[in-house]
Nanobody
């Protein structure tokens, strides 16, 4: 069974940084396209950043230049480095693994809270 476990969330002041990690187990990590999503209270879940099997990345306009997604296939882990954090970045952040054409399904982590506040 595929499991995703996020870590690294917490409380940070505006302008600060956090690094989220998502460890994947139970499958071949390298076949999955990975994404970080977030959901703030009263809002829909939105894509923050994605990284393909080949390492290509894409970002929401609101985080471009501040957030960086990366993956380490040897460690079965995807990261989200978040710099220059703003109060509007406050949300629960979720990791997603999508097997795409391999047809093995799409999986979510349990989420990690990020709060940006002074």
């Amino acid at each position: 069974q595929v499991q995703l476990v996020e870590s690294g969330g917490g409380l940070v002041q505006p302008g600060g940084s956090l690094r989220l990690s998502c460890a994947v187990s139970g499958s071949i990590f390298s076949i999955y396209a990975m994404g970080w999503y977030r959901q703030a209270p009263g809002k829909q879940r939105e894509l923050v950043a994605g990284i393909t099997r080949g390492g290509s990345t894409n970002y929401a306009d609101s985080v471009k230049g501040r957030f960086t997604i990366s993956r380490d296939n040897a460690k079965n882990t995807v990261y989200l480095q978040m710099n220059s954090l703003k109060p509007e970045d406050t949300a629960v952040y979720y990791c997603n693994a999508d097997s795409g054409p391999y047809g093995l399904g799409s999986y979510w982590g349990q989420g990690t809270q990020v709060t940006v506040s002074s």
